[in-house]
């Protein structure tokens, strides 16, 4: 048993931020901090005193961490950044927030709004239907005299057509102790970092935008969730053969909040058991029962639709990368000022032409125009030489899909919509959004500048009317797109041959390329690293920093001089015994690393590897710390300086071998797309969702009792049910008393903590 705890954190804004720049601006971004040590840089967002965010992170922690903290920095390119404020968030704070507003309906959910009574005046919220987690983003003023006493009372309900609406609860607000409250979601204002900033510049500092939800999850033994995976696998692989129908029935349970964490629980628990494209299958039929207009296929946020985009990420991200990086990186490099809507030209953005004479309008759209052509035709390009690189789980996903979707729509006026259907996943939920926001799929290590945004917003239109089959609805939205439609045709026409060729795979054709590509064995990390491997007690200067191309894999760390050259391994990945950072005086940069670990005799080693930013330094100790978890000989403490002379420059120890002066962070891990599943945690969340809505499921089940005896629980523990979903009750009960008596039997196991930033 142990106790995995999750924290969730949205950094979304700030704003009203003061100027650190000499242009009466600043160059904010974010720095995370657990316990003192940066995990999390953010993207800069230049020349801004109200700076919008909007990332996701999510971080491994072990228990007993103490405190995250929020930097606000200002970015300068010829000094040091300024710290312009931080916000500090003990872990009790966060322990202590409140949870989930209560289910008060039949269908497990509630329709709430706030009531706000001050001073005898009342005002009310909108009423957000079905939800227990509920955003209203709304703003009410109340005159507020100076010195008043009174409070503010802050109520939720839930509304209710018949009855009487049910009260959930409220919080009375002192007025004069609001001021200096500091809540776990909304605005912080910002407070001076008490090293570095004067006592002048607290109060004036603006706010950042924050939201902070801790989660504790206690994982049983695999046992335990056995009789949970077994029933849920048996529902997927009867399909729509099953009586039970559970995973209709969970759909029909969750509501539109949890459906994304729901949908990908499921998925990544039934991609452990080899049964992902079963279960995206059995979701395909199931919308296509319930879908009778083909312009609505898909285009809600259903389960399959949800479930759909986490496998794509999980299983399809490193093809993505591999088609999308190129263009996107050269959409960056290039820079160009390109748009196509008229009203928005500004021929000031673009320079001359020539040596005097300015753009006009009608050249600054022929020009983007060509760039937009350019970047789409060899976006498709790749896109169609891409087929065998595709995994082959994906391939098989849509292959099912289109046969799916044939077979219900099957006539020729419908021939497109197969390819619509898979383009509706390919396109508009994976490819478009990836080139709107290719940070967020780690395409970019940083956001992109106001004229890239256009330039990829545009493109990202242009591939989305492509994936639209160039319908006349997609045409008509924006006819100044037109400029691209003699590209954007040709494009469909190599789309639907890629989609043809692309859902060609037959069953062994599909198990012979998965074998095949599951012998080549990725990389878990590659990239290029500045190493130095200290040697006796030579001086280790900065300038020693050699530069090669490394990788990592589930084997070794090795190395090359290039990408294509021969590697060379470094360290084996049973031998390594820490992954750590170096402190910043040691080689004159916060961003070098080391890997301690043995030689093939047994001696102790080090290897000192320089990123070149925190964000690539915290990716680089996450992927090692991740692929050596399971070692033998971990090592509990380290120096975080190095060995020069006769002692360490950290704690000026002289014995080299001796206990370290710090703890190792071994299980400091960033959360990624390619991670290892856990299956056990998977599970867990599961069964938590069911039992959210288990009051739901009761109520299903009495009604099928009243229409079918046979439907009916079991009166006595021997009695073995008759149905799937007492089956499933069956088992929700026993994992519900496994909890207890872990509890209460069972001395608790050291906890992972899981903290994750998003938007």
Same mark, same amino acid.
């Given at each position: 048993?142990?106790?995995?705890?999750?924290?969730?954190?949205?950094?979304?804004?700030?704003?009203?931020?003061?100027?650190?720049?000499?242009?009466?601006?600043?160059?904010?971004?974010?720095?995370?901090?657990?316990?003192?040590?940066?995990?999390?840089?953010?993207?800069?967002?230049?020349?801004?005193?109200?700076?919008?965010?909007?990332?996701?992170?999510?971080?491994?922690?072990?228990?007993?961490? /103490?405190?995250?903290?929020?930097?606000?920095? +200002?970015?300068?390119?010829?000094?040091? +950044?300024? !710290?312009?404020?931080?916000?500090?968030?003990?872990? +009790?704070?966060?322990?202590? /927030?409140?949870?989930?507003?209560?289910?008060?309906?039949?269908?497990?959910?509630?329709?709430?709004?706030?009531?706000?009574?001050?001073?005898?005046?009342?005002?009310?919220?909108?009423?957000?239907?079905?939800?227990?987690?509920?955003?209203?983003?709304?703003?009410?003023?109340?005159?507020?005299?100076?010195?008043?006493?009174?409070?503010?009372?802050?109520?939720?309900?839930?509304?209710?057509?018949?009855?009487?609406?049910?009260?959930?609860g409220k919080v009375v607000i002192d007025i004069q102790r609001l001021q200096v409250a500091q809540p776990e979601e909304g605005w912080f204002r910002l407070q001076p970092d008490q090293t570095k900033s004067r006592r002048h510049d607290e109060g004036n500092l603006g706010s950042l935008q924050l939201e902070v939800r801790l989660r504790d999850e206690m994982v049983l033994p695999s046992s335990c969730y056995q009789p949970l995976v077994q029933l849920l696998c048996h529902e997927v692989k009867l399909g729509m053969q099953g009586p039970g129908q559970l995973i209709s029935l969970i759909e029909e349970t969750t509501s539109t909040e949890c459906r994304q964490d729901v949908a990908t629980n499921l998925l990544k628990l039934f991609l452990g058991q080899g049964l992902a494209k079963d279960f995206l299958d059995l979701l395909f039929q199931l919308e296509l029962t319930r879908t009778s207009e083909t312009n609505t296929l898909f285009r809600s946020n259903s389960l399959a639709s949800k479930s759909m985009e986490s496998f794509l990420k999980v299983a399809g991200m490193q093809y993505l990368h591999g088609v999308l990086g190129p263009i996107i990186n050269k959409v960056f490099e290039e820079k160009k000022y390109v748009e196509l809507d008229p009203s928005k030209v500004e021929v000031k953005d673009v320079g001359c032409s020539g040596l005097h004479r300015p753009q006009t309008e009608a050249e600054v759209l022929e020009q983007s125009a060509q760039t937009l052509r350019a970047h789409l035709g060899a976006l498709l390009s790749a896109l169609s030489r891409?087929?065998?690189?595709?995994?082959?789980?994906?391939?098989?996903?849509?292959?099912?899909?289109?046969?799916?979707?044939?077979?219900?729509?099957?006539?020729?006026?419908?021939?497109?919509?197969?390819?619509?259907?898979?383009?509706?996943?390919?396109?508009?939920?994976?490819?478009?959004?990836?080139?709107?926001?290719?940070?967020?799929?780690?395409?970019?290590?940083? /956001?992109?500048?106001?004229?890239?945004?256009? #330039?990829?917003?545009?493109?990202?239109?242009?591939?989305?009317?492509?994936?639209?089959?160039?319908?006349?609805? *997609?045409?008509?939205?924006?006819?100044?797109?037109?400029?691209?439609?003699? #590209?954007?045709?040709?494009?469909?026409?190599?789309?639907?041959?890629?989609? #043809?060729?692309?859902?060609?795979?037959?069953?062994?054709?599909?198990?012979?390329?998965?074998? $095949? &590509? *599951?012998?080549? %064995?990725?990389?878990?990390?590659?990239?290029? &690293?500045?190493?130095?491997? $200290? @040697?006796?007690?030579?001086?280790?200067?900065?300038?020693?920093?050699?530069?090669?191309?490394?990788?990592?894999?589930?084997? %070794?760390?090795?190395?090359?001089?290039?990408?294509?050259?021969?590697?060379?391994?470094?360290? @084996?990945?049973?031998?390594?015994?820490?992954?750590?950072?170096?402190?910043?005086?040691?080689?004159?940069?916060? /961003? !070098?690393?080391?890997?301690?670990?043995?030689?093939? !005799?047994?001696?102790?080693?080090?290897?000192?590897?320089?990123?070149?930013?925190?964000?690539?330094?915290?990716?680089?100790? *996450?992927?090692?710390?991740k692929v050596s978890i399971n070692n033998t000989g971990l090592l509990g403490s380290y120096h975080p300086g190095v060995f020069r002379g006769d002692k360490w420059s950290c704690c000026h120890q002289k014995e080299k071998t001796g206990q370290g002066c710090d703890k190792t962070r071994s299980r400091v891990t960033l959360q990624e797309w390619n991670d290892p599943l856990d299956h056990d945690l998977e599970a867990q969340l599961i069964y938590r969702h069911l039992q959210g809505v288990e009051a739901m499921l009761w109520e299903r089940h009495r009604e099928l009792s009243r229409g079918a005896e046979a439907g009916t629980v079991p009166a006595s523990p021997g009695e073995a049910p008759k149905d799937s979903l007492a089956q499933l009750l069956r088992v929700l009960q026993d994992l519900r008393e496994a909890h207890s008596s872990s509890l209460a039997g069972s001395p608790p196991s050291e906890p992972n903590c899981l903290l994750e930033l998003q938007t």
């Open positions: 048993m142990a106790k995995r705890s999750s924290l969730y954190i949205r950094i979304v804004e700030g704003k009203n931020l003061p100027a650190k720049d000499i242009n009466g601006s600043s160059d904010p971004y974010c720095i995370v901090k657990v316990d003192n040590e940066p995990i999390i840089r953010t993207a800069t967002v230049w020349k801004t005193l109200c700076p919008f965010w909007g990332e996701e992170y999510q971080v491994h922690l072990p228990p007993t961490f /103490h405190t995250v903290a929020f930097y606000v920095m +200002d970015e300068d390119a010829l000094s040091r +950044d300024d !710290v312009i404020g931080k916000v500090c968030l003990p872990r +009790d704070t966060l322990a202590s /927030h409140p949870k989930d507003l209560a289910p008060k309906d039949r269908n497990g959910a509630s329709d709430p709004f706030v009531r706000v009574r001050y001073k005898g005046r009342t005002q009310e919220t909108s009423i957000v239907k079905k939800s227990c987690y509920p955003r209203w983003n709304e703003t009410f003023e109340f005159e507020l005299e100076e010195g008043a006493t009174e409070v503010l009372c802050v109520e939720t309900w839930d509304w209710d057509l018949v009855s009487r609406n049910d009260f959930l891409s087929v065998r690189a595709c995994p082959a789980v994906v391939r098989a996903t849509f292959r099912q899909l289109f046969r799916r979707v044939r077979e219900r729509f099957p006539g020729a006026q419908h021939q497109n919509v197969p390819f619509i259907a898979v383009t509706s996943f390919l396109c508009l939920r994976f490819f478009s959004p990836a080139i709107m926001s290719p940070k967020l799929f780690h395409l970019r290590e940083r /956001h992109a500048d106001a004229r890239t945004s256009r #330039t990829l917003l545009l493109l990202a239109k242009a591939v989305q009317n492509v994936g639209n089959m160039d319908t006349p609805a *997609s045409r008509a939205k924006e006819a100044w797109m037109e400029p691209l439609q003699p #590209t954007v045709r040709q494009g469909v026409a190599q789309l639907k041959d890629f989609i #043809t060729k692309l859902v060609d795979i037959e069953e062994k054709d599909e198990l012979d390329l998965q074998r $095949t &590509l *599951s012998l080549q %064995a990725p990389p878990v990390k590659e990239g290029p &690293l500045f190493i130095h491997r $200290t @040697k006796g007690k030579g001086p280790l200067m900065s300038s020693s920093f050699k530069k090669l191309y490394f990788f990592l894999t589930t084997e %070794a760390l090795s190395f090359a001089k290039t990408p294509s050259s021969k590697k060379s391994a470094l360290i @084996k990945l049973a031998n390594i015994r820490a992954a750590e950072k170096v402190e910043e005086k040691s080689f004159g940069s916060s /961003h !070098v690393m080391q890997v301690i670990y043995t030689d093939d !005799v047994g001696r102790p080693q080090t290897a000192y590897l320089q990123c070149k930013c925190v964000n690539e330094l915290n990716q680089w100790l *996450s992927a090692l710390r």
